[in-house]
């Protein structure tokens, strides 16, 4: 019997693993995929360079405490990046000098504005304390669309605010999946096993899992709040039900990406980063340059946006950022495609949807989780994090935090 089995690989399984293998305490991670990562994956086979499907930027870079890890393991990343090199293509045209300004003014306002609703902790949905974004509104929607890979309708201002933004990103060039996956090497990871069920018995806790039965002093479970939500994992625990309860006002919302390389660099991007391209009738989509090799791009789908284009899959995801792309650089763009590649972490039976986003009502939701103590079997992931929500950091931290407590209280 180990101490802890913990359920899932993703970077908070890990982040709970390093911190268990450096307390001398045995365990074993059990992931169902045969891959590690969870929502940090770099694809290295379906383009011409690696890409990261999952998370890609180190946010929150100056305090994030994977930088030092990616430092060790030698993962490249970009300090600079041409973060003040925005356009947008919209209804036609793209935008020029004072329209850009003006365009870049109003998403700045619409951040202050959630921040300042959260500051006064008005527990109400982003959408209701938005001030009027002018022409610019699908564009600013769609940022926070991605922010929160939920609809400004459905996402908390006071919950998303909690957020501690430091406005420092740096992109992993070598992949942000590779790295996570990098840190992990040397730990005990049985791929390929899901759990089924958990529940405390007096002394330990039994998991079973698609390939037999394991018992250990406790376990610590790291899935998505898509994951519990769904159901997927049976817990015969009273001490868990309000981890259950909570997590269903924290949903994960939808966020895709659709990666395609060129035969040569789109035309007019030598030096941006991101680009938005928004039709007469229709969602915008954001799409950003990987300024290392210009030529793959990246389109961004998020909330509503991702998940209606992906209800018709790869296809769906597709036909939406081609058709974007042949609006702003001509339909002969299509001939300029080398390779395209989709997401589909909504479809992930493993994943089911992007991070999660707290319902407007539910602010203190992430502080509740955290707060709950459940005995024998603990709870990490990115859903766990309060200052570092949503992310990677965070959910590597909050396996950390986990590891820890259940070292203090339970396995003491
Ligand atoms: C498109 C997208 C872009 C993102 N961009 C960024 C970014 O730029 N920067 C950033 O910091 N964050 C970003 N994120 C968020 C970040 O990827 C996640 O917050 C983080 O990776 C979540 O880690 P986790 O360990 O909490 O969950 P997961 O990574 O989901 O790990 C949970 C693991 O449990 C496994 N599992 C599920 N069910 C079972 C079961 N029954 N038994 C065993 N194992 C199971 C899963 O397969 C998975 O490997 C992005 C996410 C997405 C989807």
């Not at 973060?83 to 000098?97: A, P, V």
């Not at 699908?138 to 309708?153: F, K, N």
Request: aromatic content about 8%.
């Amino acid at each position: 019997m180990v101490d802890v089995v913990v359920i899932g690989a993703g970077a908070a399984g890990i982040g709970a693993g390093l911190a268990l293998q450096a307390a001398g305490r045995s365990f074993m991670i059990i992931e169902a995929t045969d891959r590690i990562g969870g929502r940090a994956f770099t694809d290295k086979s379906s383009m011409p360079l690696p890409w990261d499907q999952g998370c890609h930027w180190l946010h929150c870079a100056d305090v994030n405490p994977l930088v030092a890890w990616a430092d060790r393991l030698g993962a490249r990343y970009r300090k600079q990046v041409r973060q003040d090199h925005y356009q947008y293509w919209l209804k036609g045209r793209w935008l020029e000098g004072e329209e850009l300004a003006v365009y870049g003014r109003a998403v700045d306002a619409a951040f202050d504005a959630v921040y300042e609703a959260s500051r006064l902790r008005q527990d109400v949905a982003v959408a209701d304390v938005l001030p009027d974004p002018g022409p610019y509104g699908g564009a600013v929607r769609h940022i926070l669309q991605l922010m929160a890979s939920q609809d400004p309708e459905l996402e908390s201002a006071s919950g998303y605010g909690d957020y501690e933004d430091t406005e420092t990103n740096w992109p992993v060039i070598s992949g942000y999946g590779d790295l996570i996956e990098r840190m992990a090497a040397g730990l005990p990871i049985r791929t390929g096993v899901a759990a089924q069920a958990v529940r405390e018995v007096p002394g330990s806790v039994v998991v079973e899992t698609s390939d037999g039965t394991l018992r250990a002093r406790a376990a610590i479970v790291t899935v998505s709040t898509g994951v519990l939500n769904a159901g997927k994992i049976r817990f015969d625990s009273p001490e868990v039900q309000p981890v259950l309860d909570v997590a269903q006002t924290m949903p994960c919302g939808s966020y895709e990406k659709v990666c395609v390389a060129l035969r040569r660099p789109l035309p007019g991007m030598e030096s941006t980063l991101f680009f938005s391209v928004e039709p007469e009738d229709g969602d915008p989509v954001n799409v950003q340059v990987l300024d290392w090799t210009d030529q793959m791009v990246i389109c961004h789908l998020g909330g509503s946006v991702a998940r209606d284009a992906g209800a018709e899959g790869a296809e769906g995801l597709r036909a939406f950022a081609m058709e974007r792309l042949r609006l702003a650089f001509g339909s002969n763009i299509d001939a300029e495609v080398t390779a395209m590649a989709t997401t589909s972490w909504e479809r992930n039976p493993f994943v089911m949807g992007a991070y999660s986003a707290v319902m407007p009502g539910h602010a203190q939701a992430r502080r509740d989780l955290i707060g709950l103590h459940t005995g024998r079997i603990g709870f990490a992931s990115e859903a766990f994090a309060l200052t570092w929500q949503a992310t990677a950091h965070g959910a590597y931290q909050s396996g950390q935090d986990v590891a820890a407590r259940m070292i203090r209280e339970e396995l003491a």
